[in-house]
């Protein structure tokens, strides 16, 4: 039987990876370099639902493919919630990891409660229908960044019931408890996978 394709709107090798490790063998992911796609999609929306539904009718309407599309954040309580929607350019365009972790630790510096989650919207654009899942896991923001894993806030951020950031796990125990594994999980079951 031979695979269906499906396209990720992302080039983003930890997201193809993490979601290639789910899906199988059922289809084939492929990435927006793949396909030929160059540029960005615009992520104009405010909330990371409407970001992530923004890029997979962007990528559906062009190619006109199943498709995937999530957007994902980290939301800190007593930041209202920041970064949130905009988690990747946090402290501006160039989209540094390390500068947004060192504003976020500045803003939240004398702040008692450190509580935060991480936060995944996946959009599924297959056979006509559109689906979303989100996924969530909980944790902290600590003060000083430890380990050398993972990408994003992954050095500041320690999951609840663990004294270890997700910076400091293998990427196999990282996906044991991620938000986007909670997400692909659930549009796993939807898929029957």
Do not use: W
């Amino acid at each position: 039987m031979e695979k269906q394709q499906l396209i990720l709107a992302s080039n983003n090798i930890h997201k193809v990876e993490e979601i290639k490790h789910f899906i199988g063998d059922r289809f084939e992911l492929l990435t927006l370099e793949q396909i030929g796609f160059e540029g960005d999609i615009e992520e104009p929306g405010s909330t990371l639902s409407e970001n992530s539904m923004i890029k997979a009718e962007y990528i559906f309407d062009k190619y006109h493919q199943s498709c995937i599309a999530d957007d994902s954040g980290l939301e800190v309580l007593s930041l209202n919630n920041e970064p949130g929607v905009y988690s990747a350019r946090y402290a501006g365009p160039q989209r540094s990891h390390e500068d947004n972790m060192n504003l976020l630790l500045k803003n939240l510096k004398g702040e008692t409660d450190r509580s935060a989650q991480f936060r995944t919207v996946i959009t599924l654009i297959h056979e006509g229908k559109i689906s979303q899942f989100d996924g969530v896991v909980k944790g902290k923001i600590i003060s000083e960044k430890r380990g050398e894993q993972g990408f994003g806030y992954d050095p500041i951020f320690v999951p609840e019931g663990y004294d270890r950031t997700f910076a400091q796990m293998s990427l196999t125990e990282k996906n044991g408890l991620s938000h986007r594994t909670r997400a692909i999980e659930k549009m796993i079951e939807y898929l029957n996978l």
